[in-house]
């Protein structure tokens, strides 16, 4: 069966740090660009960061940078997503997803990505 795993999430207070991981069974990770994206409640689901086949870029949404780092481990089959200085609006559930391509990658467009994970649930609240 193919599936990615999402794992990592739970109740953090602002300022606080997470480490999500995202392993993939039945397939090979390294074939695929991934992406972690998120979902608040009543509004869409957006891009958070995705990174390449090769590990070798990634891209960022704004709300991202500088406070979050995606690497992946091939050898592993699992992508990871850390998350530092975690604030209230970073609230949400987490989702990761793979895309063979071709893609317009620079865009980490949820459209873009075929192969998806259950999401792991994110808050922050003091």
């Known amino acids: 069966q193919l599936q990615l795993v999402e794992s990592g999430g739970g109740l953090v207070q602002p300022g606080g740090s997470l480490r999500l991981s995202c392993a993939a069974s039945?397939?090979?990770?390294?074939?695929?660009?991934i992406g972690w994206f998120r979902q608040a409640p009543g509004k869409e689901r957006e891009g958070v960061s995705c990174?390449?086949?090769?590990?070798?870029?990634?891209v960022y949404a704004d709300s991202a940078k500088g406070r979050f780092t995606i690497s992946r481990d091939n050898a592993k089959n699992t992508v990871y997503l850390e998350l530092n200085s975690l604030k209230p609006e970073d609230t949400a559930v987490y989702y990761c997803?793979?895309?063979?391509?071709?893609?317009?990658?620079?865009?980490?467009?949820?459209?873009?990505?075929?192969?998806w994970g259950q999401g792991t649930q994110v808050t922050v609240s003091s």
């Open positions: 990174i390449r086949r090769s590990g070798s870029s990634a």
């Open positions: 039945g397939f090979t990770l390294s074939y695929y660009h």
């Open positions: 997803a793979a895309a063979r391509g071709p893609i317009m990658f620079g865009l980490c467009s949820p459209a873009d990505y075929d192969r």
